[in-house]
């Protein structure tokens, strides 16, 4: 499991069951450069939490990064 994991994260099974169903990132628009997996994890943490996107961690990456998956 990463460094950055956290009490809520994925487990490396949880993931590998989960991101076939994860579409790839549009080629066409600005490359991520978080994996798949982090920012799932950080829509995850908000959901859980019930926070503010803004107040999501910056282990998960910036909270615009983590909100577009979530809100496409």
Known sequence: MSSLSGRGDL???QWERLRRWIPAPAT???PITRSRRQLVNG???RVRVGSPWR???EA???WPTVYR???T
């Open 11 to 13: 487990t490396d099974k």
């Open 43 to 45: 829509v995850a943490w």
């Open 60 to 62: 998960y990456g910036p």
């Open 69 to 71: 998956p979530f809100a």
């Open 55 to 57: 107040d999501i961690p």
């Open 28 to 30: 066409t628009a600005r």
